[in-house]
């Protein structure tokens, strides 16, 4: 894939939430004309195009991604915590080497419950065409996938030669992240080839 031809909108996320369980790598590219999804497992790579004009809909779903890793990760942290503060009241002074192991163990947990919650709210992205629903797993945090949503929309209706009123793009730019499954609307990405994709 040259890289000139290519702008890096995500870099490589695991497919599966535990990367033990999965070494599958998705990231995401833009093209001219298309969105590129690469999957590497590390010995291969896959690719998949996805046309502006035969993109219907790129719909988000929130979910407790954060959450879940938030109380995996807090949880130690507070014990960890709880440990300084119990060898600070009960021990006048500390030595040098517990200082450090306890500084390494608490910063395991608490670094990352700290990226966890400056990325912010967590979300699972799908993209539809006529033919396929495909997730987009590198898109997985709700202010990263509308920044590259905001980035590509203008792209996928220029490509579809719609013609959308200043209100409708308004609506677009407001909108909230869906607690639904996947959807279209018929009249718009069914009955409607021409019809500007609808993105939510």
């Given at each position: 894939m040259p890289a000139k031809d290519y702008q890096r909108l995500t870099y490589a996320r695991s497919r599966s939430a535990f990367v033990?369980?999965?070494?599958?790598r998705s990231s995401l590219w833009l093209g001219k004309d298309h969105l590129l999804g690469v999957d590497s497992?590390?010995?291969t790579e896959?690719?998949?195009r996805f046309y502006f004009r035969d993109i219907q809909a790129v719909t988000l779903m929130s979910t407790k991604r954060r959450a879940?890793?938030?109380w995996v990760l807090g949880v130690p942290t507070i014990v960890c915590l709880a440990g300084w503060s119990y060898d600070l009241l009960s021990s006048a002074t500390m030595e040098l080497g517990a200082i450090i192991t306890g500084t390494i163990l608490t910063s395991v947990?608490?670094?990352?419950?700290l990226i966890n919650n400056l990325l912010g709210p967590?979300?699972?992205?799908?993209?539809?065409?006529?033919v396929q629903i495909e997730e987009l797993p590198s898109l997985c945090r709700v202010r990263k996938t509308r920044r590259v949503l905001e980035q590509i929309r203008p792209l996928i209706i220029a490509a579809q030669g719609g013609q959308l009123s200043p209100e409708t793009i308004s609506t677009w730019m407001r909108a909230g992240v869906q607690t639904s499954p996947v959807t279209a609307p018929p009249e718009t990405a069914t009955d409607n080839p021409?019809?500007?994709?609808?993105?939510?």
């Open positions: 033990a369980v999965s070494m599958s497992s590390g010995y896959t690719y998949k879940i890793w938030n947990f608490a670094v990352p419950l967590s979300c699972i992205c799908h993209l539809r065409t006529a021409n019809a500007p994709p609808v993105i939510s």
